[in-house]
């Protein structure tokens, strides 16, 4: 799932760095260069995101699993945790 979230950003990324690449060929000297080495850092930003949704996805990584899994135990407690035994009369 992680894989298929990050496609998004990462396709913002290769936009702007087509934009920038193109904004660079339309200029001279030192801002030319800065706009190609420029783009070539938002093209490498734009290919770690996918390669790191990968391996979120595959490795199991999930924080809303993390995050959801106490609620879950409350909801549906499992035999001998507290919230399955008898309250005590009083």
Known sequence: MWFFASLIP????VVLGYFILFSSTKTKGQVQSFGQI????VFIIAALLPVMGAYATFSGFSFRETIMEPMHERMH???GS???R?????
């Open 82 to 84: 507290e919230e399955t």
């Open 38 to 41: 420029l783009a070539v850092w």
């Open 86 to 90: 008898p309250m005590p009369n009083r």
């Open 77 to 79: 407690p499992t035999e």
């Open 10 to 13: 990462a396709t913002i990324w």
